[in-house]
């Protein structure tokens, strides 16, 4: 299989409700989700058909739907719940999911603050 095929979607944004702070939970802020998908390409290439490969379109508006859903306190749990939802495509052997929050609540000047989990078949 030809499972070093990738597919990468950077940039989803949406807006959620995740941190520790009540403030965080309260007044929300944008985060910012980068996938990348590791699974075989060779099915749709050959048949040129959508249905034989991830949609990208698709899987952003599920991460969406994650970064809106039900606010956790930390990334890490943010990020889990948007691979196990990648992976529930079996087609998909691993999957990288970063979430950035960048404007968390740091008290010193900072770009951008992430966590990068990584997470496959067993």
């Given at each position: 299989m030809d499972f070093a095929d990738e597919i990468t979607l950077t940039g989803v944004r949406a807006f959620g409700f995740h941190g520790v702070y009540a403030e965080e939970k309260r007044e929300g802020q944008e985060f910012v989700v980068d996938v990348v998908l590791q699974l075989s390409l060779r099915p749709a290439a050959e048949s040129d058909d959508v249905a034989d490969t991830v949609h990208y379109g698709e899987l952003a508006e599920r991460i969406v739907a994650h970064v809106e859903g039900d606010a956790v306190d930390l990334l890490e749990t943010l990020a889990q719940r948007i691979?196990?939802?990648?992976?529930?495509?079996?087609?998909?052997?691993?999957?990288?999911?970063?979430?950035?929050?960048?404007?968390?609540?740091?008290?010193?000047?900072f770009a951008d603050v992430s966590v990068t989990i990584r997470r496959g078949r067993a």
């Open positions: 691979a196990d939802d990648v992976l529930a495509d079996e087609r998909v052997m691993l999957v990288t999911v970063t979430v950035h929050k960048p404007q968390a609540p740091i008290t010193v000047p």
